[in-house]
Nanobody, 119 residues
Framework: VQLQASGGGLVQPGGSLRLSCAASGSILSINSMGWYRQAPGKQRELVAA???????NYADSVKGRFTISRDNAKNTVYLQTNSLKPEDTAVYYC??????????????WGQGTLVTVSS
């Protein structure tokens, strides 16, 4: 199973980006999907997560600005980021809990996509 993240880039404060992460490979079902981020010198932190049924949770720092969604038919998770701030600058990683068959469950990470918020 591979997770391919895309959509990062350089944006001015107040701007927006839409991150995407597509899972491919031997997939029976995907449980929770999420986005994490890691800024220089800091630990990786959860940004947002979404269950297969669509329940979501967000870090307090992004509530009201970021929206996570998923397309189960495409095994893809999205992160719409609005009103970006310099402190949102980080490498963003997607994560997914994948059932490859009925007794094979693993957690996978994407390669990361860099979001830089700067004027």
């Amino acid at each position: 199973v591979q997770l391919q993240a895309s959509g990062g880039g350089l944006v001015q404060p107040g701007g927006s980006l839409r991150l995407s992460c597509a899972a491919s490979g031997s997939i029976l079902s995907i449980n929770s999907m999420g986005w994490y981020r890691q800024a220089p010198g800091k630990q990786r932190e959860l940004v947002a997560a979404i269950t297969h049924g669509g329940s979501t949770n967000y870090a307090d720092s992004v509530k009201g600005r970021f929206t996570i969604s998923r397309d189960n038919a495409k095994n893809t998770v999205y992160l719409q980021t609005n009103s970006l701030k310099p402190e949102d600058t980080a490498v963003y990683y997607c994560n997914a809990g994948v059932w490859s068959d009925y007794d094979n469950y693993n957690n996978y990470w994407g390669q990361g996509t860099l979001v830089t918020v700067s004027s």
